[in-house]
Each structure stands twice: as structure tokens, then as C-alpha cells.
């Protein structure tokens, strides 16, 4: 089975702070996707990467960056956390478009 | 880029009655459609998907979804819901081209299905 595994489910961090978000999948996939997730307003795509070191902007880029060194390791940082950036922050990969993507469990991201 | 709206954000349904959920799409290049659900407290897993060739797709759990070009749109139906299947939908849409832009992968902004007894 495809694991998508997010270093934590569950994280606090002050305003202002640099906050790092860790995804790894272990099924060699080329797409991997960050996703913020809220009530009412669906997934939204911040960042996605077709192979290393490749980045896309999603819609929703500002305050966040990527970083994908390694095939299997996708990260999302926030500079420079605010309140509003308080979310679920979903991590996927597929293998390609045709194929589906998967999805980690999760982190859900407090900012106060 | 691929944008996708779907029209209804809460659907309330009847155990045993027919449900449809409606996803449009908007897009300048060929597209692959997604329908996800996300079930209380669980993760995505995909529910059906449209690449090419016929129209109408079949999916788990009884659902299935017809593509429509002209309309673009890829309505997601079931015949007959079942408590179990109360549940949050998602559409979501990829481009078919190599381009980066074309390998996003854009989800719709949900629709909780509610199933009644």
C-alpha cells in the first residue's frame, strides 16, 4: 500500500515563527501537493513539485514555501507564521495524472 | 490552470433515495476528472475517475459520474444512498498535458452529503 506519512498531526506554534512541514511517501511518486484545507472553502492547492527540486505555485502561494531535495521528502515552510495560516494542512502524491493521488493524515497547524 | 466549482455545499438526502452531486470545470487544455470522499474523521480516497473513452464512469460503492464536455461538467449519482455514505464529496480536475501548470491538481470546495433515516 501507498504510505504518505506528515511528521505530525498536530502542532502550535507562535506568530511569527518559522514552521517546518515534513511529507515522505515511500511509492517512488513524481507529483507531490500541499494542500490547506478548511471549512467551507475545500482543498486548496499552496505549492505542488513534479520531480526534485521542481516547484509550482498553487493558488494560494503567498507565505509559503517548498522544498523538494529528495524524490520521496516534500516540505511546506511558513517564514513567518501568522494566525490566518491556522489550518489542516494535507500532503498527497500520485505517480502521475491519470493516477490517484494519496493522501497523509494530516497536520492541523495552530497559530497563536 | 484548471478551476473547478461545485454547486452545492450541503446536499440532504432520504436513505434509499436517488442523490446527484454537481461538479463544473473550467479549463483550456483536455482534462482528467476526480471525484474524492472524505468520510468523518478519514482521509481522501478516490471515488471514480474520467481519463477518455466513454463517458460514463463507474466507481465503489455504487456511485458513478458522467462527463459532459460540452457542458463541462462531471455530475457525480448514486441510485439508492445509504446512511454509510454521509460524507463530505470532493471533484477535482488535472490537466492531460506535460506542462507543469497541467500537472495541478485542483479540488473543488466540497459537498457534505447528509443522509437521513
Known amino acids: 500500500d501507498v504510505k504518505v506519512t506528515q511528521s505530525s498531526r498536530y502542532l502550535v506554534k507562535r506568530t511569527g515563527e518559522k514552521v517546518f512541514l515534513e511529507c515522505v511517501q515511500d511509492?517512488?511518486?513524481?507529483?507531490m501537493f500541499w494542500y490547506r484545507q478548511d471549512p467551507g472553502l475545500g482543498l486548496r492547492l499552496i505549492y505542488f513539485?513534479?520531480?526534485?527540486?521542481?516547484?509550482e505555485k498553487g493558488d494560494i502561494p503567498e507565505g509559503y514555501s517548498v522544498s523538494r531535495e529528495k524524490k520521496e521528502r516534500f516540505s511546506l515552510i511558513l517564514e513567518s507564521a501568522s494566525t490566518n495560516q491556522t489550518s489542516m494542512y494535507l500532503c498527497?502524491?500520485?505517480?502521475?495524472?491519470?493516477?490517484?493521488?494519496?493522501f497523509g493524515q494530516g497536520t492541523r497547524l495552530t497559530v497563536v | 490552470a484548471q478551476s473547478v466549482t461545485q454547486l452545492d455545499s450541503q446536499v440532504p438526502v432520504f436513505e434509499e433515495a436517488p442523490v446527484e452531486l454537481r461538479c463544473n470545470y473550467s479549463s483550456s487544455v483536455s482534462v482528467y476528472l476526480f471525484w474524492y470522499v472524505q468520510y468523518p474523521n478519514q482521509g481522501l480516497q478516490l471515488l471514480l475517475k474520467y481519463l477518455s473513452g466513454s463517458t460514463l464512469v463507474k466507481g465503489i460503492n455504487g456511485f458513478e459520474a458522467e462527463f459532459n464536455k460540452s457542458q463541462t461538467s462531471f455530475h457525480l449519482r448514486k441510485p439508492s444512498v445509504h446512511i454509510s455514505d454521509t460524507a463530505e464529496y470532493f471533484c477535482?480536475?488535472?490537466?492531460?498535458?506535460?506542462?507543469?501548470?497541467?500537472?495541478?491538481?485542483?479540488f473543488g470546495s466540497g459537498t457534505q452529503l447528509t443522509v437521513l433515516p
Open positions: 511509492m517512488d511518486h513524481e507529483n
Open positions: 498527497a502524491s500520485s505517480f502521475d495524472q491519470r493516477h490517484s493521488a494519496f
Open positions: 477535482a480536475v488535472s490537466g492531460s498535458g506535460t506542462s507543469g501548470s497541467a500537472r495541478q491538481l485542483t
Open positions: 513539485s513534479y520531480d526534485v527540486k521542481m516547484k
